[in-house]
């Protein structure tokens, strides 16, 4: 099958959940479904290698945390951030307060950190996964988690954790 | 609670909760960017293993090769350009991106294969790709005066094998370049073709030397690629002659670049012809690049647009003709494309899809300069342009202001 078709096939696929991944490391859909898009674009490139290697669900996730962590490096996001509100699409919401209070708190962590807990805790990744797809050592997986753990702690505040365990409680 | 990676991981979960927004992602322009990319990015070569010996219009061109030399115009008589000297020619400093400046010959040795011929032009660069049936494909880039400059040592990485472990080498000249889309490069010039070629200033690049390098005028430098490349011969594969060695494949892909180098030709030719013009365009605004392609199927085309002196892509005009064979009809009435009046009572089909990060249009229109269907859709490239909400709407504009000479016209913008 040609390239593109292939190419094509697999992100009409795996849309979803590449934005889902894309929006817990940047914390916005907007800015997620760019780098979902530039994602797509480095993928098409490297599809003889995406297709060799074990999953290509891997191989997509680590240009998109790659591409997300090079990015804040660059001083291209600076550069790109409007100064004006983007508009949100509205999204209907059970509990506004509680999304929130997660979203800014996830979203207050360094990029660093943030890649670290995504790959960790909701993409299941061990922390020897984790390490080959950043391109670190084990270690500093390790306390790159630690330090995410530990300031989220100081940022959450009681009253909406105890909201999401009273949620998940039955 | 107490916040531990349980609980973290009930926080990333819960966000799921939350109904996502419309996929704002454009599939297509990805896909678009990415041909582009990848067009730039095999220059040099990014294959790692040799090419078996196996060839269908390649060879039947290769065999013709010395009967074109003595008798056809277009056949291999020093055609390699200028080698650099003190009494040659300059490279240009810029191209125009509507008149390619080098070009293959190869397809026109060969008229009865059904090749295709992609060729990208920018100002400081262009690429031809010679595809489909050849074996090996090869792309060929023309880099304007001082986008190429030699310098010195490099250590680079290469992998022998596919997937296999990847090795160092040291390489005592490589080449500087700048690209648009993929930036700086720099490829290692691992050995001097002066032994095969009687000439200085050549070069294999890369490893094991399926790219040839050579200055076609002073200051530009040509490099011509194998951007396909196969194994040497492993026991059971139907496509490779027993005794191929990688030795010898070698050998071979190298007397094939020799060979295919001599097909091109440098010097501005015929101007590309478009199908339509545009009368109006943004002040400061020109072509920068232009992708025709000449031969195979689907035939489509691109022109892309912005303001000169930036350094991306801001709008893409892409457009497909189906010829005189049975075409499918303009989607006149399917959901949301709206009949538009164009110039000079020509009716076009309008599809519009606008989301913050994937805006295009589409327009189709039956019957106009000889073709039975003309498609063009226009893309903006995300992120490319700080004025976004100006690009697009100056993509709204466009299509009032095309016309459709018949014909078609070397003069696309007005």
Known sequence: MHRDAEVAEYVHARLPWLRRVAFRLCQDWQRGDDLVQATITDLYVHWGRAKAAEHIDAYARTILVRKFLSERRSGWLRLTTLAGDVPEPEAPDADHDTVLDLRNAVAALPPGQRAVLVLRFYCDLTVEQAARELCCSEGTVKSQTAKAIATLRRTLELAPLDRVGQEERP | ?414
Not at chain 2, 46 to 55: D, P, Q, R, Y
Not at chain 2, 158 to 172: D, E, K, L, T
Not at chain 2, 366 to 384: A, C, E, R
């Open chain 2, 1 to 414: 609670m107490t916040i531990d990676e349980a609980a973290i991981r009930r926080l990333l979960d819960h966000l799921d909760e939350a109904p996502e927004p419309p996929s704002t992602v454009g599939i297509g322009q990805a896909l678009a960017a990415g041909r582009r990319k990848l067009r730039w990015l095999r220059i040099g070569g990014t294959g790692t293993t040799l090419l078996a010996v196996t060839s269908v219009a390649a060879t039947a061109v290769l065999t013709a090769g010395p009967a074109a030399h003595r008798g056809h115009p277009a056949g291999p008589v020093a055609r390699r350009g200028h080698p650099a000297g003190p009494r040659a020619r300059r490279a240009p400093r810029s191209f125009n991106p509507l008149v390619p400046y080098a070009t293959f010959t190869l397809l026109d040795q060969s008229p009865s294969s059904s090749e295709e011929l992609v060729i990208a032009t920018t100002d400081t660069g262009v690429v031809n790709e010679v595809g489909a049936n050849f074996q090996p494909p090869f792309t060929l880039l023309v880099a304007s005066a001082g986008r190429c400059l030699l310098a010195g040592p490099y250590r680079y990485r290469y992998s022998p094998a596919q997937g296999g472990p990847v090795r160092s080498a040291h390489a005592f000249q490589s080449l500087r370049c700048s690209f648009p889309y993929i930036g700086p490069r720099r490829y290692p010039l691992t050995a001097k073709a002066g032994k095969w070629m009687g000439k200085a200033a050549e070069y294999w690049v890369g490893v094991p030397g399926y790219a040839l390098a050579w200055q076609y005028a002073a200051g530009g430098w040509a490099i011509l690629t194998a951007t396909a490349v196969i194994p040497a011969y492993t026991p059971g594969a139907p496509t490779q002659e027993p005794g191929a060695s990688a030795r010898t494949n070698q050998e071979s892909l190298r007397t094939r670049l020799e060979l295919f180098s001599q097909y091109v030709r440098f010097g501005a030719r015929a101007p590309l012809t478009f199908p339509f013009r545009l009368d109006r365009l943004p002040l400061g605004w020109g072509v920068r690049e232009a992708i025709v392609r000449q031969s195979g199927r689907p035939s489509w085309s691109e022109l892309v647009l912005g303001p000169r002196g930036g350094r991306s892509a801001a709008l893409a005009l892409t457009w497909y003709r189906a010829g005189p064979a049975p075409a499918p009809a303009c989607p006149a009435s399917s959901r949301g494309a709206q009949p538009v009046r164009l110039a000079a009572g020509v009716t076009g089909y309008l599809t519009s899809t606008a989301s913050p990060a994937g805006q295009h249009q589409v327009l189709c229109v039956p019957n106009v300069g000889g073709t039975k269907l003309l498609i063009i859709s226009v893309n903006q490239y995300t992120g490319s342009d700080p004025s976004g909400a100006f690009v697009f709407s100056t993509a709204f504009g466009v299509f009032a202001d095309l016309r459709f000479p018949p014909g078609g016209t070397t003069h696309p913008l007005g």
